[in-house]
């Protein structure tokens, strides 16, 4: 296991128990215990957990991971939707793309798509965004135009949030939004862990025709602290085939489609 990987699943531990033992850990990863010391002195040193005598505990940024853990969780799950979410957009749309690995993952495959490839100085296709890292990555584009909400930047996801931020939106539409979420259930709607993303999240979705989900079956079924949307807002999933089928076909039920790659 990748060292970038071994602190993903430290923190995934501690988010479900809420303390762990180095020995334990140790073992269940079958590395040395002095490997996983270090490791947890790391998270500690960057105020993701609280060491103790023999382990660590959580604090709350344990259950929300700044995006460069997020990025080694479910890579080939999230490059699959990725691909499949992006084949929504049309050349010539707005598109829409909140912060998150998985709509990182949609931003890339649409810069991919040589038929969204704008003539002259029109666009293939513009996309507006609040995520600083979508933008930097989507500037270099030529076929690309790019919109950033503006806002204040949170270090944990790169989204920008605030007053600024819903500005700029309330005076834009968009055609297609991928929305990606860290709790998506049929009955309860999508949710973010921070409200202030919610918030931002919740308004993008308003201004959008039409609203695709992006969302790895882990996210399924589950909850978080802040809602974005209700599940009746949303009109398709792009989940992976490791989804629970009893999820998928409670979300089919709610009027969303549903597709499994």
Do not use: W
Request: aromatic share 4%; glycine share 8%; net charge negative.
């Amino acid at each position: 296991m990748a060292r970038h990987e071994r602190l993903s699943t430290l923190l995934d531990m501690l988010g479900q128990r809420e303390k762990i033992d180095v020995e334990d850990v140790a073992a269940e990863l079958d590395v040395s215990a002095a490997t996983i010391r270090r490791d947890l002195d790391h998270l500690a040193e960057q105020q993701l957990l609280t060491r103790t005598r023999g382990g660590a505990v959580a604090n709350d940024l344990a259950y929300d991971l700044p995006l460069r853990y997020k990025t080694a969780r479910h890579v080939p799950e999230k490059q699959r939707i990725s691909t499949a979410a992006a084949a929504f957009a049309a050349k010539g749309m707005v598109v829409g793309l909140n912060g998150g690995t998985t709509t990182a993952g949609v931003a890339r495959a649409l810069a991919m798509r040589p038929d969204l490839s704008g003539r002259g100085d029109a666009p293939g296709l513009t996309v507006v965004t609040n995520a600083l890292n979508i933008a930097h990555e989507l500037a270099v584009r030529p076929n690309v135009k790019i919109v950033v909400t503006g806002g204040v930047a949170r270090p944990q996801s790169f989204e920008l949030s605030g007053p600024l931020a819903t500005r700029v939106l309330s005076e834009l539409t968009i055609d297609l939004l991928f929305l990606g979420v860290d709790a998506f259930d049929p009955d309860a709607g999508a949710f973010a862990h921070h409200e202030g993303e919610a918030s931002i999240n919740r308004l993008m979705v308003e201004r959008a025709e039409r609203v695709v989900a992006v969302a790895d079956g882990s996210k399924l079924g589950r909850r978080a602290f802040a809602r974005i949307c209700e599940t009746t807002q949303v009109h398709a999933l792009v989940t992976d085939t490791d989804a629970d089928p009893d999820a998928l076909r409670a979300f089919e039920a709610a009027g969303v489609a549903v597709q499994a790659v």
